[in-house]
């Protein structure tokens, strides 16, 4: 079947500008993640999403980062005001429940210029 | 503290022998960890998963959790050059995001 999907795969921004990120998760899953991976680093853990829940937000470096997810499926990461600090791949993952094997995205690798 | 803490490498082994790959972790409230394998340029994929104490076999893989010790590990018997990759150890505890390491880049040399 078909797993998580990312886009843009690749982005290229200046600095100041805003960017959006799409996830389509696996169909069914009711978690979604986002991490956020800079170059030879781990995952850095942004934001959860599980069902109608309230999001947890507690991994968003700052304000200019936010999320939604419309519907319980698609999800949206917009970065405002992009800094050359944002450059990094961000992974999206989904699960079928909270807790469960992540599946991740290919990601989209971001990079400020 | 870190949450999750890896040796980041980069570690070498000769193809055939045994990779052993160790993972420590702060929070003793940690429930469950994973194991995955992220190839260059690529997303990770889940190895192992591990929830109890003691060893959990799969394949060439083994995963090794003591929890009093508070470490996790990945053993890989009979290594191949196709296993050469980044290998992140993560832990949840009982919250809704992993904590990941920063990884141990393995290389197996033929």
């Known amino acids: ?13 200046e600095k100041g500008k805003d960017v ?14 986002w991490y956020r991976q800079s170059l030879g680093q781990g995952l850095e853990f942004l934001i959860y999403f599980q069902g109608n829940s309230a999001p947890d937000k507690s991994g968003l470096p ?6 939604e997810r419309t ?25 079928p429940f909270r807790g469960e094997t992540q599946y991740f995205g290919p990601g989209t690798r971001l990079l400020v210029l | 503290q870190k949450e999750v803490e890896q040796n980041s490498g980069p570690l070498s082994v000769p193809e055939g022998a045994i990779a052993s790959l160790n993972c420590t972790y702060s929070d003793r409230g940690s429930q469950s960890f994973f194991w995955y ?22 394949g060439r893989f083994t995963a090794q959790l003591n ?20 290998y992140l150890c993560a832990g949840r505890t009982g919250a809704n995001n992993l904590f990941f390491g920063t990884g141990t880049r393995l290389t197996v040399i033929p």
Do not use: W
């Open chain 1, 20 to 33: 959006e990120l799409r996830c389509d998760p696996i169909s069914g899953h009711t978690a979604l993640y």
């Open chain 2, 37 to 58: 394998r992220q190839y260059s340029g690529k997303s990770p994929e889940l190895i192992m998963s591990i929830y109890s104490n003691g060893d959990k076999e799969d």
């Open chain 1, 1 to 13: 079947g078909a797993g998580v999907s990312q886009s843009p795969s690749n982005k290229v921004t």
């Open chain 1, 71 to 95: 519907g319980g499926s698609v999800s949206t990461l917009t970065i405002q005001r992009t800094q050359q600090e944002d450059s990094a791949v961000y992974l999206c993952a989904s699960s």
């Open chain 1, 62 to 67: 700052s304000d200019r980062f936010s999320a």
């Open chain 2, 67 to 86: 929890k009093a010790s508070q470490y996790v590990s990945l053993l890989i018997r009979d290594s191949q050059p196709s296993d050469s990759a980044t």
